[in-house]
Each structure stands twice: as C-alpha cells, then as structure tokens.
C-alpha cells in the first residue's frame, strides 16, 4: 500500500511502453491504493495472461522499473515487479476476465510453454476451444521446469497452468509429434494451429572429456532441481559453470544456494559482453563466486570417469581460444550454459513454415508463419528471451487466429 | 535571535506555540514534560462536571502514504474528577511559573461558571479558555458549539464571565457558522480579552462498508465528530484571516487549525494571530516538533529582520483582499524545464482534461520521454500544471502583465465597464 501510493498515475506512463505486454501499470497500481485488489489483477491479466509468473520472473531492473520517471529525478523506481505480485496474490481470482460464446473453433498448439499457454488462454476467453500438446509429463514449458527455482517454485507455475486450463484449454502431455500423432493430421484436426516448441537440448561442447556423468546441460540440471526428488549434490565441493548468460546465472546462484564451496563461472568474453543481466551476476559475485573472464573450456579432465578438472585456456577478442595456458580449474561437477539447440527437425513437418539460417521460426508482425494456417511465438521465433515476450507473441498470435477464423466464418 | 516571547491580552509565554485544549493537555504529567520539550503554554483539556466517553473516539483519513491527514474525534471533556485536575494544574503552575497555563472550561448555568472561574484562578492559571467551539456530545446538552453557535447567548454566557472572572478570558470559537464574525463581534461586545479559532468541524470521518457503520465505531454505531488536523488548515486559516482584516474586530486572536510545523505558525501568526495551538500534530508526533517550529520561526524572523514575533501578526492582512480588488492585468503563463521534465506528462492531461488544453505532448513515436509544450497563448495562468508537477521547479508560472497599469473588477465596474459581452442582454 505504502509503495503504491509512491506511483505518481504518469500519463503516457514509460513504464507500460517498456513492458512487452503492455500492461496498463500506474493502473494496477492505483487499484492496489484504493483496495481494489480484484480490479488490479484484472487489470494485469488483461494485458497479460500469464501475470503471476512474469510479476516473479521477468527483468523489472531492465524492463519496467528502469523507465520509471523516477529514475530521472533521483528517486527509486517503483518496485512494479513486488507490487505486481501482491497484485496476483490477493486480488486473483479465475472469472475475472469475461469469457466470449463459444465459437466451436478448435485451435492446436505445439509446446506447452508460456508462449502457448498465453495463446491459448486467450483464444479460449475469445471462445474458442484451443488444444495443447506438451511432450512432457508437465504443461508449463521453461516456466515449469527451466525457470530456477528461486525466481519461480514448480508448485506456482502449475497453479497458473491450472488457471490457463479453468478458462477452457485442454491440455495433453506426453504427446510427441512426429511419434504419437503425425504434423499433418494436427492440420486436418485443427482449423490453426500455433507453434510454441520453444529450443532443443542444451549444446554440448565438443572437447575431450565433455561426454560422460558430471557435465551436465544447465537447463536439464534446472529441470532435475525442480522435478527429480532424487537429484543429490552430495560431495560436490567445486562446481564449473561454462557460459555468460542468464542460464547460467541461474544454474550458478541455485549451486551457491545448495551449498556447493566452490563455485566459479569461465566466459569467453568479458564481463561487460555478457548477455547476463548484471543485476543477478552483482549479488553473486558477492556470494563468493569466481568469475574466469576471457576463458574458454580447452579440456574436461578426468580420473576413473569422474570429473576432476577443467583445463582452461585464455580467448582472443573474438572469444575464441588461444594457446595461452590459463591451467586448471578443480571440478566435480560440471554445468554446461552455452545455448541451446533448435527444433529444426520438429518444424520441418509442418508444411510451409520457413526457418532463419540460425533456425527460427518466421514470422510476420501478426506471428503468421510461411503457413496462413500456422503461427508461431516465444523462443522457437527468437532464439531465446524473456517469458514475457513469449507471452506477448502468444497473445499476437491468438489475436490473429481469431481474426483469420472471424473471416472464415464470414467468407 | 528574534524575541519569540508573547504577551497574549496579558497572558505572557516565552514562545508563541501552545498546546490546544485537547488530549495531549490532559493531565499535569503530559503538560509538564511539553514545557520541557519547549512548549510555551498550554490550554488545559476542557474542565466541566463529569462525563463519561465512548471506547472507539477517533477516526481519521489518510492520503496517499501520509497518515492522519485529517483527524477525527468523539471525545468529550475532561473524564477526570475537577479536584485532580485542579491540583495537577496548581503544580505545574508552580513548577512552571513563566510557562502559559490557560484552563478550558464548558460549564452551563452562571452559578457553575462563577464556580468553577473561582476554582480555576484559585491555581494560579495564566488565563481561561470558553470552550463555545466543541460542536459533537456537549453541543446536544446546550453547551460547546450550541452556545458558540447563537451570537446572542455567547455575548451574555461571555458577560457572565468577564464579571467573575480577574484573569485574561479567551472565547474559542466555533467554525460550524456561516460567518465566524458574528459570534466574534459578540465576544467584543461583551468585552473578552481575546479570541481562539477554530474548534473543529462537524464531521462524519468515514462509513466501514463491510458493517455499514459510521466511523469510528462504537459497537454497531457511530455519530458526528469534530473534524481537524492538516486537511483543516486553509478553512481555519482563512477564517483568522477573516478577523485578522476585520476593522470592527479589535481582539487578540490565538490561531488554531492544521498547525503541524513552524511555517504554518508563521502564516496564521501573518494572518492576525498572537499566538498559535497545537494539538493533531502532537497527536501524531509528540511534543518533540515544537523543537523545528521554535528554530524555524527564529531563523524565519532573522532573516526578515523582524525583532520579534510582534513584527509578524498581521504582516499579511493587507494583502487579503476582496476577489474584486485583485489587479486582472496580472497574467502568469506555464514554463516547462525540459531538462528537468521527467516526462510523466500529468500536467498534460491536467491541463487537457481539467484546465484551459494548452499543454500538449509532441508527436513523435520516439520510445524516450515526452516534454510537453505549453501552448502560450492559450495558457490563463491557472497554476493546475505547478501544482501536479512532481519535480520541484520544473515548471514555473512566468510573469507577462496584460497591461503595465492595474484594474481590478470593482475598477471596471466603476469605469462602467463591468458589462463583458456574451451575457444574457447581448443574446438574441
């Protein structure tokens, strides 16, 4: 209450031109102040479906609080992001958007993900009867399983998937394209459909030693953490992190948070090239972690198969290794953060869809891909970002999927 | 260092800052740790025959993040027996012999007023308080705000007093009037010494929309209060100010309403009031602020080289005027600071949605900040943009006279010039 009487109501307010959902937020705010908490929730699912993750996930520190017109007059932003979430927690409630007639549309989607979930919930509040198909045994993509634990608990993701589910979405997990149903017959099936496949498997790293127990992929070590009840860190006294972005981070503050001694990253750029944000990178620096700039993976060393070390060498301005010797690096566990694959051979059965040369899906501004039929959204589309940018393509595209679907109607 | 001692229709205080008769006055305990903390006197919680009070006294509305902005109560007089405080306020007489003790009294018939006058100047008080302002409980019984409220009755319960009575009387005033100066020539004509005001409003604070009870709640019911605090300053001030500029009126007045720092002070005291009382901001704070309003109205004094506060009553009722004899060639417009404008556009939509719509975003699918541009012009100089700025500064309202020469509307109509055209005679 207190900060949300700090919010000044801007007019043309910065802070909802920088939120890529566009989330009406001095809004939001004001609701908080009067109590009507209810009004404030609806206000942020309007915009976007998935606001109680986004409020606990997204970079506020680089998206929303760092346009707020405080920053310029020497005062500290508004903290959207805590009051977003007070927002969700009280004043949530799952009929507060107003659902349209059935339409008897039936719309299928690929991936279970954010960039999903918002496209579908927001397909089916326009009336229509949207169908999720996750290959995994839990809906929720990233959110559920790649989003470390500390930002967001497994438990919180699925209740939102619940609520995606109460406003008619039917979700099927377990289901793989290509093995248990066919790319062609989700077409016949479905009037559209939408692509939220999201990346592949964590890259690897092709040096001598990275096969084997020990190196692991981030976001599969992340997806343990959160789902394997039998996943033991045990005995892990120095723990090697290999990449700069925000994956990394979040598999590095996860190891400092269970415990493991000795914790150091190695990139092979600078600290000021990290993709990473700074703002989660600072406070672990501070919890103790070494940080290797300048470095790239030359050799994982082993004794018996287990892991030992990491041989190090230094890079060139390119980020490419030298000869330079910079030794070894004590490991016995070894989390790989350096990107992941793309689903080239997934989108490849689906007819019409065009791939970038760096293997995402294109797209137009509508989020139509080369397929009028087929859309598509969230990382499969641009390699890689926010959950808030997944939900706002999820919510591009449904608008589109409706409007194509009106016009058939019409036709 | 400004003399910030008084002498209030004969009533000396070492500062002008009292206390105002209400619960930081209670008891001997309280009024002596405020003199400690450099309070110059004290208006004694109102004395009268016993009450008893409700449990749930005050309600009071916030806004935004600022608490207690406005303050409400349902509290009577004193409920503690007249022989206590009697003694308690012979001992802090005692103790604090050059400290103002001023007791306030509510009592209905003459004989219990000759009464309890004796009483009271029987422990060396410096001066007597009529309480004809509290407008909530003792009103329903004849007293408070039901005398304050009947010009005739407060001019003869006064002459009653001034008979009795061999210490400065002060009439307190009530401010649920329509027009503060009848109950006010009233207290000249019998003679007071002095005047204070205002006592509080009527009010209703708020209603719980869960119970649908009137605030604040005393069971499953509420009634009327009085109303004060910050939110009552301009209404009170404007009210001192009132008899401050009233020929006729020739008392000395005690300013009461809102007061929280030394600037308010400042401006009641350059509105016609002797001394000033305090009571919500204590309520809030405690008796620690009289330390700022004691620098503050110090240095204040410095640097206008005035040698005391005497220098200050009054300094401003000159310029409060009659709205007729305000100079119309004065003309202010809006300058935006684009270097200080943080770009939250509200005097834009203040000034489209509320004011004159000279104020206007540039056009521009920039994603930086927008700065407004005043249309000149256009602009009447209302101030709103000033005033919803957050940034100190940013925006200035610019002097550009209409006309080197003043006219004020009586001017024009004295001229014969008071007919602007668009009325009614020029319709067809």
Same mark, same amino acid.
């Given at each position: 209450m207190f900060e949300s009487a700090r919010c000044i109501y801007c007019f043309d307010a910065p802070c909802i031109k920088s939120c890529p959902t566009s989330i009406d937020i001095p809004t939001f705010i004001r609701k908080i102040g009067t109590g009507n908490l209810r009004g404030s929730a609806r206000t942020i699912l309007k915009a976007n479906l998935l606001g109680d993750s986004c409020a606990r996930v997204c970079p506020v520190e680089v998206l929303c609080e760092s346009t707020c017109v405080f920053n310029d007059s020497e005062r500290p932003p508004i903290p959207i992001g805590r009051l977003q979430r007070y927002a969700m927690q009280h004043g949530f409630a799952s009929d507060l958007l107003p659902k349209a007639d059935p339409t008897g549309h039936s719309i299928g989607l690929v991936g279970g993900g954010p960039a999903s979930l918002a496209c579908a919930g927001t397909l089916a509040l326009l009336g229509h009867s949207p169908v999720i198909y996750e290959k995994d045994a839990w809906p929720g993509g990233l959110n559920a399983t790649g989003v470390a634990p500390y930002k967001l608990k497994l438990e919180d993701n699925l209740d939102e998937v619940e609520y995606i589910r109460s406003l008619g979405v039917e979700i099927k997990t377990g289901v793989e394209i290509g093995v248990d149903i066919a790319a062609e017959d989700l077409l016949g099936k479905h009037k559209a459909l939408f692509l939220g496949v999201g990346l592949g498997a964590d890259s690897t790293l092709g040096v001598h030693g990275a096969e084997g127990d020990d190196v692991v992929g981030a976001v599969q070590w992340i997806r343990r953490l959160k789902t394997d009840p039998t996943l033991a860190i045990d005995g892990v006294m120095h723990a090697v992190i290999v990449g700069g972005g925000n994956t990394a981070i979040d598999a590095m503050r996860e190891l400092i948070g269970l415990g493991v001694p000795f914790v150091s990253m190695v990139y092979r750029r600078s600290r000021d090239e990290m993709s990473g944000y700074d703002h989660e990178l600072s406070p672990a620096l501070q919890d103790g972690v070494s940080l290797v700039e300048n470095a790239a993976v030359a050799e994982i060393q082993r004794e018996n198969g287990k892991v030992t070390g990491v041989h190090i060498v230094e890079t060139d301005p390119n980020g490419k290794p030298t000869e330079t010797d910079l030794g070894i690096l004590p490991a016995d566990l070894v989390v790989m953060a350096i990107g992941q694959g793309k689903l080239a051979d997934l989108v490849k059965q689906f007819r019409g869809v065009g791939l970038t040369a760096k293997g995402n899906v294109v797209v137009d501004d509508l989020m139509v891909t080369g397929n009028p039929r087929i859309f598509a959204g969230g990382d499969a589309i641009n390699g890689g970002k926010e959950v808030v940018n997944a939900v706002h393509d999820g919510q591009v595209a449904a608008r589109s999927i409706d409007e194509l679907l009106r016009r058939s109607d019409h036709g | 260092m400004a003399d910030l001692a008084v002498d209030f229709a004969g009533i000396r205080s070492p500062n002008p800052f009292w206390l105002a008769s209400a619960p930081p006055t209670n008891s001997g305990d309280q009024v002596m740790r405020a003199f400690d903390a450099g309070w110059g006197g004290a208006v004694w919680k109102t004395l009268g025959n016993p009450i008893v009070n409700v449990s749930g006294r005050l309600g009071s509305i916030d806004h935004g993040a600022q608490r207690m902005m406005g303050l409400n109560n349902i509290e009577l007089i004193t409920d503690r027996p007249l022989d206590v405080n009697f003694k308690e306020i012979t001992e802090v007489k005692k103790r604090y012999p050059n400290h103002a003790v001023i007791v306030s009294l509510m009592v209905e018939s003459r004989d219990e007023w000759i009464?309890?006058? @004796? &009483? +009271?100047?029987?422990?060396?008080?410096?001066?007597? #308080?009529?309480?004809?302002?509290?407008? *909530?409980? %003792?009103?329903? &019984?004849? %007293?408070? +705000?039901?005398v304050g409220q009947e010009?005739?009755?407060? #001019? #003869?319960?006064? @002459?009653?007093? %001034?008979d009795a009575a061999n210490i400065p009387v002060i009439a307190k005033l009530t401010p649920n009037i329509s027009d503060v100066r009848d109950p006010a020539m009233a207290a000249v004509r019998a003679k007071a010494d002095a005047v204070s005001l205002v006592n509080t409003f009527q009010s209703l604070i708020g209603v719980d929309l869960d119970r649908l009870t009137p605030l604040p709640r005393v069971d499953a019911a509420s009634s009327h209060g009085g109303y004060c605090g910050p939110a009552i300053k301009p209404i009170a001030l404007r009210m001192v100010g009132q008899l401050g500029r009233e020929e006729a009126f020739t008392l000395p007045i005690s300013g009461i309403g809102g007061i929280s720092n030394w600037r308010d002070a400042a401006e009641f005291i350059a509105l016609g009031a002797g001394t000033v009382q305090v009571c919500t901001a204590v309520m809030h704070y405690g008796y620690r602020i009289v330390d700022d309003m004691i620098e503050g109205l110090n240095d204040y004094l410095d640097e206008k080289g005035m040698a005391g506060v005497s220098d200050l009553v009054? /300094?401003?009722?000159? /310029?409060? @005027?009659?709205?007729?004899?305000?100079?119309?060639?004065? *003309?202010?417009?809006?300058?935006?600071? /684009?270097? @200080?404008?943080?770009?939250? =556009?509200?005097?834009?939509?203040?000034? $489209? !949605?509320?004011? $004159?719509?000279?104020?206007?975003?540039? =056009?521009?699918? !920039?994603?930086?900040i927008r700065v407004p541009w005043v249309d000149e012009p256009e602009c009447v100089g209302c101030n709103l943009c000033a005033l919803v700025c957050p940034v100190v500064d940013c925006i200035t309202m610019v002097e550009k006279r209409r006309a080197p020469e003043p006219e004020t509307w009586n001017d024009r109509v004295a001229a014969g010039r008071g007919q602007i055209p668009g009325g009614l005679a020029d319709l067809k």
């Open positions: - | 009464d309890i006058i @004796k &009483r +009271s100047e029987d422990t060396g008080a410096d001066g007597l #308080e009529l309480n004809f302002g509290c407008p *909530h409980g %003792m009103c329903e &019984r004849g %007293m408070g +705000s039901a010009p005739d009755v407060l #001019e #003869e319960l006064v @002459k009653w007093v %001034m009054g /300094a401003a009722v000159p /310029a409060f @005027k009659e709205w007729g004899d305000l100079d119309l060639n004065f *003309h202010v417009v809006a300058e935006i600071d /684009a270097e @200080k404008c943080i770009g939250c =556009d509200l005097c834009h939509v203040a000034c $489209h !949605d509320g004011a $004159h719509q000279c104020i206007h975003l540039p =056009d521009t699918q !920039d994603q930086g």
